[in-house]
């Protein structure tokens, strides 16, 4: 499997649980720039 695949695929499923747990203005401040969050 591709590793950019797999990664975005992890993202997707963190960027979930965060939004919810995290106020989504908060949340919507930190996705709003392009930025690389599999390192993190």
């Known amino acids: ?20 747990r995290v106020s989504p203005r908060i949340a919507s401040r930190l996705f709003a720039p392009p930025g690389d969050f599999c390192g993190v």
């Not at 499997?1 to 919810?20: D, G, P, S, T």
Request: net charge positive; proline share 0%.
């Open 1 to 20: 499997m591709n590793i950019y695949k797999y990664c975005r695929q992890i993202l997707f499923a963190r960027e979930k649980i965060f939004v919810r």
